[in-house]
């Protein structure tokens, strides 16, 4: 689905004024990220659409943002709990998450090596022996906890990907992949290159 924001001078000067960010850290930094949350996955369930709609401050936007990374470059910050593609221009796309709670969160830089649309979902040995009661394959869906778009990130075990716990979005719950409601994965799938860069930063 194409987003579109209105550009109009007012709405850029007022954009300005709150989502400058830089310095980012220091902005975030005011607002107290909420706390992890120990939810796992639930294989089966299936969000309402009331449940999609996010809180304003995790919904998509296009906000201004100073960086020399370029454009296409996807920059993860986890404790802010959001995700920015870089449009360039001094702008970004950004995107609510939800991130990898303690014990499991991670930072570095990765590439973009596959793209899949409604991937399955094999859960790893590590989080079959943590949930025994967890299928060992699940195919591809609307109930699946990988949501509608994936994107793998280098040889890793991390991927950017949707969600079916769509209340989940600005919690620290994952096993250390970054989570998006299936709306804004698959806008950032249609945005998105295999070999695109991804910076994931604490």
């Not at 869906?141 to 994107?151: E, F, I």
């Amino acid at each position: 689905m194409a987003w579109i924001r209105p550009t109009t001078g007012i709405a850029l000067l007022l954009a300005a004024a709150v989502t400058w960010t830089a310095p980012a850290a220091a902005q975030f930094q005011r607002q107290t990220p909420p706390e992890t949350m120990q939810i796992e996955e639930q294989p089966g369930y299936e969000p309402s659409t009331e449940e999609e709609r996010l809180p304003a401050g995790y919904q998509r936007q296009l906000v201004f943002f100073r960086t020399t990374a370029a454009p296409g470059t996807i920059i993860v910050r986890t404790s802010e709990r959001r995700l920015y593609l870089v449009t360039g221009r001094g702008q970004a796309l950004r995107y609510g998450i939800g991130v990898g709670r303690d014990g499991f969160t991670w930072s570095g830089v990765e590439t973009v090596t596959r793209k899949a649309e409604w991937p399955d979902w094999t859960p790893p040995p590590e989080m079959l022996r943590r949930r025994p009661d967890l299928p060992r394959h699940m195919r591809g869906g609307p109930d699946n906890p990988m949501g509608a778009r994936a994107l793998y990130l280098g040889d890793t075990m991390y991927r950017i990907h949707g969600s079916n716990e769509p209340h989940t979005i600005g919690t620290a719950t994952s096993s250390g992949c970054i989570r998006m409601t299936n709306d804004d994965i698959i806008d950032l799938y249609s945005r998105v290159r295999v070999g695109a860069t991804v910076i994931v930063q604490r």
